[in-house]
């Protein structure tokens, strides 16, 4: 894709070159959202020469595109293996999009849910958005195999991770996630954001929740989380041990992996993201 590549709907910001391969920011106009979104993509060298296995990166809370991309170090491995990896947003942005004083809700805080309550259900409706639209966009425009999609994603964005592969597995056929937000209806982050997106009544909530929805369809290959021991988040926000219980319940295959004395930093998401890779490189690189 050269640097000067532009369509009516995908506008090159910046491009860099990185282990062989091409890493770009990307801004588009979003049909689901209602406004500009941006993403950015790593295209590996392998993508030179045919279409590529293509993983999905949610990001967390107050994070953008550029979190992940600057910070974890995903490139290299993505390059070795030959995958392209895919960022979105956390949300919707600008000054149209209804926002709040928050750090953990409004812009920067999307959830990965498609909102129901006004002001918010113009605009945030990730959860179509990153199932739907930017695929489609992304297939459109780039050497990107649709029927090899992975996707992982750290704390809110686990939880965005592991909801779209418990709700599409045909979809996706590999998950993981660093920390994540495992019951978000037992969680006050996600309680928060449940009702003021969603609603009052909870019914609602458990199509965004990965600990009732693994319980009811558990994802046909193996789960694989890592979390740190030290997270500050751990025991109010992340309650990873009630995921785990609902995977025991339903039989879910699930690699979960207690790292001793890691925190909730991109510093812990660099240390394990080659085993996130070769997880997902594992399943979509396969024959």
Known sequence: MSSSHSTANLQLET??????????FYRHWSDCCQCQMKFSLYLPPQAQHQPVPVLYFLSGLTCTAENFTTKAGAQQ???????????????PRGEQVPDDAGWDF???????VDATEPPWQQH?????????ELPHLVQTHFPLRGDRQGICGHSMGGHGALVCALRNPQ?????????PIAAPMQSPWGQQAFRRYLGEDPTP???YDASELVQ???????????????????????????????CQRSRQALNFRMQPGYD????????????????????????
């Open 171 to 179: 979809q996706y056929r590999s998950v993981s996630a660093f920390a």
């Open 124 to 132: 945030y409706r990730m959860y179509s958005y990153v199932t739907q």
């Open 264 to 287: 909730h930093s991109y510093y812990f998401i660099a240390t394990f993201i080659g085993d996130h890779l070769r997880h997902h490189a594992q399943v979509l690189t396969q024959s």
């Open 77 to 91: 491995f993505a390059a070795a293996l030959g995958l392209a990896i895919v960022a979105p947003d956390t949300s």
């Open 15 to 24: 491009q860099s070159q990185s282990f062989g391969g091409t890493i770009a």
């Open 106 to 112: 409004g812009q920067g805080a999307g959830f990965y």
């Open 216 to 246: 009811r369809s558990p994802f046909p290959g193996e789960i694989l989380i890592d979390q740190g021991s030290e997270d500050s988040f751990l025991t109010d926000h992340l309650k990873p041990d009630l995921f785990v219980a609902a």
């Open 205 to 207: 909530w458990q199509a």
